[in-house]
């Protein structure tokens, strides 16, 4: 079944303690995106990928990092968690990003205390 | 950058009636404009789409128009039903770099 795999799909985490969120798609898609949603400001691009080792920031990217090894991959990084980074995570990818949906993971989320 | 407004916030119909969403956007070079729904509790879907060379299109009971020169694009969903019940996002493709920005998104109420 074509799908995107997120994991975990719920985390609480103290502040300051280094996490990582997998998404894994299997799809052979070149575009992957990191989105977080959060009440009222919809969803907001934090990082997205044009294919491997090519990473770009979105609009929201401060706090996050992202590695992209391989095709099927693209981990979120947190090195340092705050508060304000609760919030309700989603990866996605896509054949090319201005030309085709996005499929969409099943969300991960985060609660920072 | 690219700026993406959608109206309303929340829409409530009665079950059977018309719904209509509008985005309006800035970057005259975006080219590519889906739409997503994403219900209670699950993720995002894509329930339709269009391109920059296309005025309308349609899926069964939804549609979408595009007005390139206005800027601005609309969803319609035709003889609504209680499963339409749902968040609707807007998206735009950058015309200048590979970001896709997202409107805010608009509560649909299907009453009975």
């Known amino acids: 079944e074509a799908q995107v795999t997120q994991n975990p799909r719920y985390l609480i985490t103290v502040t300051g303690k280094k996490l990582t969120v997998t998404c894994s798609q299997n799809?052979?898609?070149?575009?992957m995106s990191w989105y977080r949603q959060d009440p009222g400001l919809g969803l907001r691009q934090i990082y997205y990928?044009?294919?491997?080792?090519?990473?770009d920031k979105g609009d929201v990217p401060e706090g996050y990092k992202v590695s992209r090894k391989e095709k099927r991959n693209f981990p979120l990084i947190l090195e340092s968690p705050s508060p304000n980074q609760t919030s309700l995570y989603f990866c996605?990818?896509?054949?090319?990003?201005?030309?085709?949906?996005?499929?969409f993971g099943s969300g991960t989320r985060l609660t920072v205390v | 950058g690219e700026n993406v407004e959608q109206h309303p916030s929340t829409l409530s119909v009665q079950e059977g009636d018309s719904a209509v969403i509008k985005c309006t956007y800035s970057d005259s070079a975006s080219n590519y404009f889906p739409w997503y729904k994403q219900e209670l509790g699950k993720r995002p879907q894509l329930i339709i789409d269009?391109?920059?060379?296309?005025g309308e299109k349609k899926d069964q009971r939804i549609a979408v128009t595009l007005n390139k020169t206005a800027k601005h694009f609309s969803l319609h969903i035709t003889e609504t039903q209680p499963e339409d019940s749902a968040v609707y996002f807007c998206?735009?493709?950058?015309?200048?770099?590979?970001?896709?920005?997202f409107g805010k998104g608009t509560r649909l109420h299907i009453l009975p």
């Open positions: 990928s044009m294919n491997v080792e090519v990473t």
């Open positions: 998206a735009v493709s950058s015309g200048g770099n590979d970001k896709i920005i």
């Open positions: 799809m052979n898609h070149e575009y």
């Open positions: 269009i391109r920059s060379n296309v």
């Open positions: 996605a990818s896509s054949w090319k990003a201005r030309d085709y949906g996005y499929t």
